[in-house]
């Protein structure tokens, strides 16, 4: 007696292929930041203010790191000895005290650069011509 084979379900390959949607997707641009605008009589003046906004928030944080230096040295010394502390008291200072210029050593030119605008030069150049007029006055 033959047996049949039962058939097999059809492969996937040979099956229809499935129409499905196109679907696109398109990245969406990053909005560029607007340029900051400013006036023509008040730009040195606005830029200038930004920088000194910059160099006194660079002052504040050399300052609180020197704080923390002064603390960490300070704590070190008194669990160190017996008024360790009010013994290191002063290497301590100076060590904080240290940290904080560390940190500060670039604000006089941070400063400086705040200064250099068109329109603080030009005051200078007038300065200069007023003071040299009055200075022929008293030459012998």
Do not use: C, I
């Not at 400013?38 to 920088?51: A, I, L, T």
Request: net charge positive; hydrophobic share 40%.
């Amino acid at each position: 007696m033959a047996t049949a084979k039962p058939e097999a379900a059809p492969a996937a390959a040979e099956e229809a292929p499935v129409d499905r949607p196109v679907v696109l997707e398109y990245k969406r641009s990053k909005k560029k930041a607007k340029k900051q605008g400013y006036s023509k009589q008040f730009r040195d003046m606005q830029v200038s203010e930004g920088k000194f906004a910059k160099a006194s928030e660079k002052l504040a944080r050399a300052v609180a790191k020197g704080a923390e230096a002064y603390n960490d040295a300070r704590k070190h010394s008194a669990g160190k000895k017996r008024d360790g502390a009010m013994r290191d008291m002063g290497p301590n200072l100076a060590v904080g005290l240290s940290e904080s210029l560390r940190e500060a050593s670039s604000l006089p030119l941070d400063v400086a650069d705040a200064l250099n605008t068109k329109t603080a030069r030009q005051m200078m150049r007038t300065q200069y011509r007023l003071l040299r007029s009055g200075l022929r006055f008293w030459r012998l």
